[in-house]
């Protein structure tokens, strides 16, 4: 079985490449994955779907990291959801 088997992952990068990367690595480990190119992407496919986790990156046009961190607090309130951040300078 592999190690994500039955979480659904939601990445979100404004960078096509490294989107897909991170997409294909986390279907390899066995997740369903979503993706989404900046913040206000991302919040459309949460108003639709259930996400286990979101790795996000943080500086992106179009509703940053931050940005995604504050609304989905707002949205998911104390359900847990985990942020890794890519990109930080």
Same mark, same amino acid.
């Given at each position: 079985?592999?190690?994500?088997?039955?979480?659904?992952?939601?990445?979100?990068?404004?960078? =096509?490449?490294? %989107?897909?990367?991170?997409?294909?690595?986390?279907?390899?480990?066995? &997740?369903?994955?979503?993706?989404? &190119? @900046?913040?206000?992407?991302?919040?459309?496919?949460?108003?639709?779907?259930?996400?286990?986790?979101?790795?996000?990156?943080?500086?992106? =046009?179009?509703?940053?990291? %931050?940005?995604? &961190? %504050?609304?989905?607090?707002?949205?998911?309130?104390?359900? =847990?959801?985990?942020?890794?951040? @890519?990109?930080?300078?």
């Amino acid at each position: 079985m592999s190690e994500l088997a039955g979480y659904k992952a939601l990445v979100v990068d404004d960078d =096509p490449d490294l %989107r897909e990367v991170i997409a294909d690595d986390l279907q390899l480990a066995g &997740a369903q994955v979503v993706c989404a &190119a @900046s913040g206000t992407e991302a919040l459309a496919l949460l108003q639709q779907q259930f996400v286990h986790f979101i790795i996000s990156d943080l500086k992106m =046009p179009k509703g940053d990291g %931050r940005f995604l &961190a %504050r609304e989905v607090q707002k949205i998911k309130g104390d359900k =847990p959801i985990f942020f890794l951040f @890519s990109g930080y300078n």
